[in-house]
């Protein structure tokens, strides 16, 4: 039971990090919006956009990796539900 909390714990702080790169993505979004906004005719427009969708495959998959980890926390939670009924039935 407690390797499995080690890995509910390890989960979690896996999933912070995963929260703070999709904000760290989401930040550069917008930097990079209000940058086209300010300054469109200085900049190169193709190379902002280019840059803006790599950002945005980025997030994609962080959010999907995201995903998979809360899909496995949950049921690494039923799993230790399930643990913690048998030891209090015992």
């Not at 790599?54 to 994609?60: D, F, G, L, S």
């Not at 926390?73 to 799993?79: D, P, V």
């Amino acid at each position: 039971m407690a390797e499995l909390l080690d890995d509910y714990n390890g989960m979690i702080e896996e999933e912070d990090e995963l929260y703070m790169g999709i904000q760290v993505c989401e930040e550069c979004t917008d930097h990079l919006l209000d940058l086209i906004s300010e300054k469109a005719e200085a900049i190169h427009l193709p190379t902002a956009k280019a840059i803006l969708s790599a950002v945005q495959v980025i997030m994609k998959d962080l959010q999907t990796e995201l995903l998979h980890l809360r899909i496995e926390k949950s049921m690494l939670t039923w799993e230790i539900s399930r643990l913690r009924e048998i030891q209090n039935k015992a």
